[in-house]
């Protein structure tokens, strides 16, 4: 489970191909949420971005692309 105080989500102007991203620092995580994109699209985003820090992806030493595909549910 994730406590409100372990991360906090700020939005900002993004190429609209970026949905989201996180960032940890020390396990604090700052969600950064593209304020381009509308209300439905970022409470996805989010969600997924909050899927990462459950599941420890910050400690899996694979790429990002591989992490990507587990997130997503592909093979």
Known sequence: M?????????YMDMP???KAFVVEDNG???IFVNSR???EQNMKSIRHELSHIKN???FICS????I????HGMS
Request: proline content about 0%; hydrophobic content about 40%.
């Open 2 to 10: 994730i406590n409100d105080s372990e991360f906090c989500i700020r």
């Open 56 to 58: 420890g992806d910050f």
């Open 28 to 30: 604090f995580y700052n």
């Open 68 to 71: 990507e595909k587990i997130r």
């Open 37 to 39: 994109l509308n209300f």
């Open 63 to 66: 790429g990002i692309d591989f």
């Open 16 to 18: 609209c191909a970026v």
